[in-house]
T-cell receptor, first 111, second 114 residues
Framework: RKEVEQDPGPFNVPEGATVAFNCTYSNSASQSFFWYRQDCRKEPKLLMSVYSSGNEDGRFTAQLNRASQYISLLIRDSKLSDSATYLCVVNPLYNTDKLIFGTGTRLQVFP | NAGVTQTPKFRILKIGQSMTLQCAQDMNHNYMYWYRQDPGMGLKLIYYSVGAGITDKGEVPNGYNVSRSTTEDFPLRLELAAPSQTSVYFC?????????????FGPGTRLLVL
């Protein structure tokens, strides 16, 4: 089983739609979780950290479900500019120097 | 601040050639990392460093070498290029380890080995 698994997509949604991605992780002791955004042929950039209580940043909401070992990202009122690949990233407790990156979920928002 | 910078942006190598990918950061970060990203794959850690003079292997170190003589610079050396090293290479840095740490990435170097 991969340490971090994501549906590669693509998710094709119209502007204004709500879309959600899930990501599962295998190490139950993992402590830190993030969503990074990567535009085509660009570097990854931090979108948001994922806290145990869930957190929201504008149109973006991240949730953590420890019992089922997954994190989610919800995007409301999708914009064309949200088109990108969203990387699920986990910091396993066993080695906090390193991050484990998922392969990403591609989102395409169309007019 | 320029953040994390990488040179070159793109390079074509012949099999067996050598090259150094440059990475520099001006944020006074202790931690620096080298990743490679193959199409449809997640980022794989090649090497990382927790401070000047200290480096350690990541998940895929074979065929690469690194050094960290200063806080700012973390070059990646390919000694004998092979087609399997065709990839996009990202350098990243972070201030400290710990929960909730953010990594800042450079713009990447695209390497093609023919």
């Amino acid at each position: 089983r991969k340490e971090v698994e994501q549906d590669p997509g693509p998710f094709n949604v119209p502007e204004g739609a709500t879309v959600a991605f899930n990501c599962t992780y295998s190490n139950s002791a993992s402590q830190s979780f993030f969503w990074y955004r990567q535009d085509c042929r660009k570097e990854p950039k931090l979108l948001m950290s994922v806290y145990s209580s869930g957190n929201e940043d504008g149109r973006f909401t991240a949730q953590l479900n420890r019992a089922s070992q997954y994190i989610s990202l919800l995007i409301r009122d999708s914009k064309l500019s949200d088109s990108a690949t969203y990387l699920c990233v986990v910091n396993p407790l066993y080695n906090t120097d390193k991050l484990i990156f998922g392969t990403g979920t591609r989102l395409q928002v169309f007019p | 601040n320029a953040g994390v910078t990488q040179t070159p942006k793109f390079r074509i190598l012949k099999i067996g050639q050598s090259m150094t990918l440059q990475c520099a950061q001006d944020m006074n970060h202790n931690y620096m990392y080298w990743y490679r990203q193959d199409p449809g794959m997640g980022l794989k850690l090649i090497y990382y460093s927790v401070g000047a003079g200290i480096t350690d292997k990541g998940e895929v170190p074979n065929g690469y070498n690194v050094s960290r003589s200063t806080t700012e610079d973390f070059p990646l050396r390919l000694e004998l290029a092979a087609p399997s090293q065709t990839s996009v290479y990202f350098c990243a840095s972070s201030y400290r380890k710990g929960l909730g740490e953010t990594q800042y990435f450079g713009p990447g170097t695209r390497l093609l080995v023919l």
